[in-house]
């Protein structure tokens, strides 16, 4: 590629580049088995295609069919921007933790986007805290736990409950890394 192609790959696709080098190399291994010359433009695009499709098999080998695919990137097409690590790590917490499969993740998938270690496990360990504590009841929205901002989140569940569970706000900042 030239020089000034890098350059606009780089500023128009950077989440390409947020993944695995080896898979990088395995796609433009193929696109050079395709023929696509690497001075055109369209190799860069090309290059891009392939790294969604890439994309598009991970959603489907953690559950997701193609009809919710589709649906998913209609809702929401920066589901297809997440880096892989990102959406195995994100899927993988929600699938083991919560017990949530392709189709709730479907209704939420802002959670993925979420940083698990700065917003998602806290708001759990302060959650699982509260249940265990019998303060909560069993039936909690985790999408809209996750979805609220941050101000709201401390008001009705860690403020809420200071007195009741004192170690709450302690939890949570350990988590959270203050």
Known sequence: MRESDISMYIMRYPRDLSGSHDRFIEIL?????????????????????LQLARKWEIYKSLGWSEDELLKLIKKSPFFMRLSETKIRKG?????????????????YPQCLNFSLEKRIIPRYVV????????????????GKIFSINEKDFLNKFVNKYE???????????????V
């Open 29 to 49: 291994s193929e696109l050079k088995k395709m023929g696509f010359d690497p001075s055109s433009r369209s190799y860069m695009n090309a290059l891009h295609t």
């Open 91 to 107: 899927v993988e917490f929600f699938m083991t933790h919560l017990g949530w499969d392709s189709s709730v993740i479907s209704k």
């Open 127 to 142: 959650m699982q805290m509260l249940l265990s504590n019998g303060l909560l009841k069993k039936d909690v929205n985790w």
């Open 163 to 177: 007195g009741e569970s004192p170690k709450l706000m302690e939890a949570y900042c350990k988590e959270v890394g």
